[in-house]
């Protein structure tokens, strides 16, 4: 099998996939009242997701955690954010750190 | 607002439209929508030589990027793809990678009402960036429409932006590293998480979340420490029941210990 052809049925699967994980909850479970549980799920779980979502977007490099110079840019976020900087100002605080950081380092 | 139930339960926006407050979170929410796009650019050019690096054509790359659509599955099945795997096995990482999905489609289902047809588009725009923005809004009624806007917005750049490093086919990682873009995903969602954080109770789930997903980085493969995460809002549903108590006596579900 030559690299389009595999590449073809990778793109398939994939999205065929990809799509049933996206759409399962709100296809089947959507258009009524959740479940209680789901529904406390549903109030609870945003800040956990956020939060992870925050943990492996400075630390994860694949498989590996590493420690590099996004970290500083995230605690130069949390500084900005808790001296009520807005969004844009926050994210580009970050990079700014960041590329500084590695320039430096 | 005097005859804002006149459209009955199908209007549920109407009554807040006109408010200031309303228009100015709806304001805000289009500019993370579209920073957090704009920030996303170099990934996808990346996806798209990444692509090129594993003997697929342009073609292939925009196929990933608008169907699929959800950026590390794509990266991690053709990963897989360039280094010699199987497809069954790059079909596997991206199905794994992705398995968190199914949580944020919990998440969202409250949100996103209307018809069936909807819900199927809806689904698709389902990725962090859309979920993050969504759950952002400082107004429950501004959920999908901070959803839609993170969605579609970064549908278009990302999709545009595959098809450029497709057929550039040079190398995006250094200009990543070296301007510091990356470091605008996790500010990003930090930004996203912030106010939640002023909440005793979420702040716990946070932190628990935060550390749960540290923990499985180096032992699970990339997108199940999200997904584990989720887990997290067990604390919250214990505490909450703890405080409200049980529902009505009738209807009394398992105790929370049995959970």
Redesign the interface.
């Known amino acids: 099998m030559n690299a389009s052809s595999k590449g073809t049925i990778v793109l398939i699967g994939v999205a065929v996939g990809c799509y049933a994980l996206k759409a399962a909850a709100p296809l089947v479970l959507g258009g009524r009242p959740l479940p209680r549980l789901l529904d406390e799920l549903a109030r609870f779980a945003p800040a956990a997701l956020l939060a992870a979502l925050v943990v492996t977007s400075t630390l994860a490099d694949g498989r590996r955690i590493a420690l590099d110079a996004r970290i500083g840019g995230v605690i130069v976020a949390a500084l900005a954010l808790w001296r009520r900087a807005g969004f844009i100002t926050t994210v580009i605080l970050a990079v700014a750190t960041t590329a500084a950081l590695r320039a430096v380092l | 607002m005097s005859t804002s139930t006149v459209g009955g339960p199908a209007l549920p926006l109407a009554p807040h439209a006109r408010t200031e407050e309303y228009e100015t979170d709806r304001r ?1 929410i289009r ?2 929508a579209v ?1 957090i796009s704009v ?1 996303l650019m170099p990934f996808a050019f990346a996806f798209g030589i990444s ?1 090129a690096d ?4 342009a073609w ?1 790359a925009v ?2 990027s608008l ?4 950026g590390g ?2 990266f991690a ?2 990963g897989v ?1 360039r280094d010699g795997g199987a ?1 069954a096995s ?2 596997a990482s ?2 794994l990678l ?13 949100h ?5 047809w909807k ?2 588009l ?3 725009l ?1 990725i ?1 960036e859309s ?2 923005v969504g ?2 809004s400082g107004d429950p009624s501004n959920v999908r429409y901070g959803y839609r806007w993170g969605g579609l917005s970064v549908f278009v750049l990302w999709n545009l932006s595959t098809v450029a490093g497709a057929v550039v086919g040079n190398s995006a990682g250094d200009l990543i ?18 106010p ?2 002023l909440d005793e109770q ?2 716990i ?6 550390v ?3 923990t499985l ?6 997108g199940i ?2 997904l584990a ?9 214990a505490r ?1 029941r703890r405080q409200d108590g049980p ?1 009505a006596a009738s209807a009394a ?1 398992p105790a929370p210990s049995e ?1």
């Open positions: 805000a500019r993370r920073s920030a692509c594993a003997g697929l054509s292939h196929g990933f169907l699929v659509f959800t599955s794509q099945a053709v793809l497809p790059a079909i991206g199905l992705g398995l968190r999905l199914l949580a944020y489609g919990v998440v969202m289902t409250p996103l009402p209307g018809p069936r819900r199927a809806d689904s698709h389902m962090d979920v993050a759950l952002g590293e070296r301007f510091g873009i990356d470091a605008a995903i996790p500010a990003s969602f930090l930004a996203l998480v912030w939640r954080l979420q702040r789930i946070a932190l628990v979340g935060a749960i997903a540290a980085i180096p032992l699970a493969p990339p420490p999200i995460a989720g887990l997290a809002a067990f604390v919250g549903i909450a529902p579900p959970r």
